[in-house]
T-cell receptor, first 116, second 113 residues
């Protein structure tokens, strides 16, 4: 069975500092990997995805994540965070077959708190 | 804006009651998913429909049911409500035909009192 582990429930960081949010998954088959972001009192927004190809994927707002198959990890990084990045970040995995595409298994989430 | 619409945004009801949550998927998406987000359980997959048919089931209670209509909108019915059913309920949609990313609505916050 699939599972997703986000190793840190809370990550406090100062503005303009780098950050890494860790995510490990377990699955016996090929997977699709996602990071979603949830701002306070809002829904989940897709931040970035790994489907196939290059193991390094980037978002439009400076985040990147690297798929590491041997370590079954998909850590999220940003070299310099802004106050506006304060949110909860969820790592998710989907086993990519048949009609279950999009059936996501989520981690518990990591609350990123950016301080001035 | 993800293109997924959920109504109502907030719902307060009493224990033992029944409620219906509604979701309109993105234009062209055939798959609809329901998720429950609570403080203790996190984000849990409940059920998936694809083009009107149930496709996958997750941790959905027997008191809960869902359906997807011919116009592809979906409804999640929650009955015999308990205090522990208080949560944020999300609907998501995907095209279901090869693009696996799902797009989420803003959610319905259900409070059972």
């Amino acid at each position: 069975a699939q599972s997703v582990t986000q190793l840190d429930s809370q990550v406090p960081v100062f503005e303009e500092a780098p950050v890494e949010l860790r995510c490990n998954y377990s699955s016996s088959v090929s997977v699709y990997l996602f990071w979603y972001v949830q701002y306070p009192n809002q829904g989940l927004q897709l931040l970035l995805k790994y489907l196939s190809g290059s193991t390094l994927v980037e978002s439009i707002n400076g985040f990147e994540a690297e798929f590491n198959k041997s370590q079954t990890s998909f850590h999220l990084r940003k070299p310099s965070v802004h106050i506006s990045d304060t949110a909860e970040y969820f790592c998710a995995v989907s086993e990519g077959y048949g009609g279950s595409q999009g059936n996501l298994i989520f981690g518990k989430g990591t609350k990123l708190s950016v301080k001035p | 804006d993800s293109g997924v619409t959920q109504t109502p945004k907030h719902l307060i009801t009493a224990t033992g009651q029944r409620v219906t949550l509604r979701c309109s998927p993105r234009s062209g998406d055939l798959s609809v998913y329901w998720y429950q987000q609570s403080l203790d359980q996190g984000l849990q997959f409940l059920i998936q429909y694809y083009n009107g048919e149930e496709r996958a089931k997750g941790n959905i209670l027997e008191r809960f049911s869902a359906q997807q209509f011919p116009d592809l909108h979906s409804e999640l019915n929650l009955s015999s409500l308990e205090l522990g059913d208080s949560a944020l309920y999300f609907c998501a949609s995907s095209d279901g035909q090869g693009r696996p990313e799902a797009f989420f609505g803003q959610g319905t916050r259900l409070t059972v009192v």
